[in-house]
C-alpha cells in the first residue's frame, strides 16, 4: 500500500513539474506524501463533474455556484459522506484536490494496456470500451496570489477545514451516525456486510491489503478486495457498482 501511494506521489510531482507551481518541491512532496490516501468527512454537498468546486484561501465557497454545478450535473457527495483524497495537483496559484476519483467519467485502466505483437515491434491497444463511472468530486483551492513557497500539510488541512472535516473522532462519529443501524453495528465490530459501500469497508476493516479487477460469471465487471491475518487467512470481499456483493473468508 505504502508503494502504491508513493508511487502515485512521485507520479504527481512528476506530471505537476511541468507547471509553475509556487509551492516547493519538498513541500509538494511532503504533502503529497501524507494528504494523499487521507479521508475526511464532507462538511458540504459536492457535484460531479470535471471542474469540481472552488474554495479560495479565505475559506469562502460561493454557494450559488455549487447549486448551479449540482443542478446540472447531479450531487456526488453528500455531506457526512467519508471520502478520500485520491489526487493533487499543484499550479502556480491554485490546488487541485481529487475526491474519490474525482467527479468525471474515466475509461479503465486497462483501456490503456497495449500489447507487443510478435516481433513485428508493433504494439495493439488492449481495448474493452468500458468507463469507470465517477462517484467522487474536485475541490479547487484557489490562492488570491501563489502558492505559499513552504505550505504544510497541516495548513493545507486548514485551508480545506471548510468543505471537509479531517479530525478523524468527528467525521468517525458523523459517518457512523449516518449509517443505518445494522451498518454501525458492523463498522463498530469491524466487519463488512452486503450491500456496503467502499467507504463503509474501508470504515468497518480499513484499507483492502490488496485489490483486483475481474468479472463475475455473469460476466458483469467487479472489483475484489483481500484482507489478511484478520483471525482467518484471508477475507475477500466482491464489489459490483461500488457495493458489497458478496463475502468469503478462507
Known amino acids: 500500500m505504502f508503494n502504491r501511494i508513493l508511487g502515485t506521489a512521485i507520479l504527481v510531482i512528476c506530471v505537476s513539474a511541468s507547471g509553475a507551481a ?8 511532503k504533502i503529497l506524501g501524507t494528504v494523499i490516501a487521507e479521508q475526511a468527512a464532507a462538511r458540504v454537498p459536492m457535484p460531479f463533474g470535471a471542474d469540481g468546486f472552488e474554495i479560495t484561501d479565505q475559506g469562502e465557497i460561493d454557494q450559488q ?20 483524497i485520491t489526487a493533487i495537483d499543484f499550479a502556480d496559484n491554485k490546488i487541485e484536490i481529487e475526491l474519490d476519483g474525482g467527479g468525471k467519467n474515466k475509461k479503465a485502466w486497462y483501456d490503456r494496456i497495449e500489447v507487443g505483437m510478435g516481433g513485428s515491434g508493433r504494439t495493439t491497444p488492449v481495448t ?3 468507463t469507470v463511472k465517477a462517484k467522487g468530486s474536485k475541490i479547487v483551492l484557489r490562492f488570491s496570489k501563489k502558492v505559499p513557497e513552504n505550505i ?12 471537509l472535516d479531517f479530525e478523524k473522532h468527528n467525521f468517525l462519529k458523523t459517518g457512523i451516525d ?25 470504515m468497518a ?46
Open 152 to 163: 504544510t500539510p497541516a495548513l493545507l488541512h486548514e485551508l480545506l477545514s471548510p468543505a
Open 178 to 202: 449516518s449509517l443505518p443501524p445494522e451498518y454501525q453495528e458492523a463498522v463498530k465490530v469491524k466487519e463488512a456486510r452486503i450491500g456496503m459501500d467502499k467507504s463503509t469497508v474501508i
Open 205 to 250: 476493516m480499513g484499507r483492502a491489503d490488496k485489490r483486483a479487477r475481474d468479472k463475475s460469471e455473469a460476466g458483469t465487471p467487479q472489483e475484489t478486495w483481500i484482507y489478511y491475518g484478520r483471525g482467518k487467512k484471508a477475507t475477500f470481499i466482491w464489489f459490483q457498482d461500488d457495493v458489497v456483493v458478496k463475502i468469503e473468508a478462507f
Open 128 to 130: 474493452r470500451d468500458e
Open 65 to 84: 455556484k455549487v447549486q448551479q454545478a449540482i443542478k446540472k450535473n447531479g450531487q456526488s457527495v453528500e455531506p457526512g459522506r467519508i471520502v478520500t
Open 22 to 29: 509556487q509551492a516547493s518541491k519538498d513541500a509538494r512532496f
